[in-house]
């Protein structure tokens, strides 16, 4: 539990690969009672040599910061203004906070779909797909996404598309969507 998370944080700086990771994603799963270890697991988000830890870290972020409103301004503030590889942890710990917080975060995850990392867009796409159907004021936006040069933005888009216009009550945008998914599919599939 709770006490034990200031020896976890110590172990995202000491342990190996495997170890780190398995820290982050328990500091994830003692949520909001582990947030003393914000800052040390921030920093394993954002710094961890390994991608895998610094996805677990990043998704524990939002867990840890779920309800703290300082915590949800402060990731808005990242996806604004943040370095690539911040705004990557900023979309990532939107995926543990609750749907609320989410959705607060779906301007900026769309604003992000045009920020020139890769990355980045791809996170926020996969980001707003988890919002599900109340964003579905980034429609516009992930339909643009869907012809981005790099074949796995355009593949998160695709499927943010289909989770937030799932269960839409307007078939017409249902089908526009679906068309332009699967139109999307068959460009990256045709050879150059």
């Given amino acids: 539990g709770a006490a034990a998370a200031p020896a976890l944080a110590r172990g995202l700086g000491r342990l190996g690969e495997h170890g780190r990771g398995l820290a982050a994603a ?3 799963a003692i949520g909001p009672a582990a947030r003393a270890t914000l ?8 710094r961890d040599e390994s991608d895998s830890v610094r996805e677990v870290a990043g998704l524990s972020v939002g867990r840890v910061a779920l309800g703290d409103p ?9 996806l604004d203004a943040g370095t690539a590889a911040e705004r990557l942890c900023a979309a990532r710990a939107f995926a543990g906070l609750d749907a609320a917080d989410r959705l607060l975060a779906v301007p900026a995850l769309t604003r992000a779909l045009k920020h020139p990392d890769p990355r980045v867009r791809e996170e926020s796409a996969e980001a ?13 936006a992930l339909l643009d996404a869907l012809a981005d040069a790099d074949p796995r933005v355009s593949r998160e888009a695709g499927e943010a598309l289909g989770d937030i216009t799932e269960g839409a009550a307007d078939s017409a945008l249902r089908d526009r969507v679906t068309t332009a998914v699967a139109a999307a599919k068959a460009a990256r599939r045709r050879p150059d």
């Fill in 128 to 140: 707003l797909g988890r919002v599900g159907p109340p964003a579905l004021s980034a429609v516009a």
């Fill in 26 to 28: 328990a500091l994830g």
């Fill in 70 to 78: 300082d915590a949800v301004a402060a990731l808005l503030g990242i």
């Fill in 39 to 46: 800052p040390e697991l921030t920093a394993a988000a954002l």
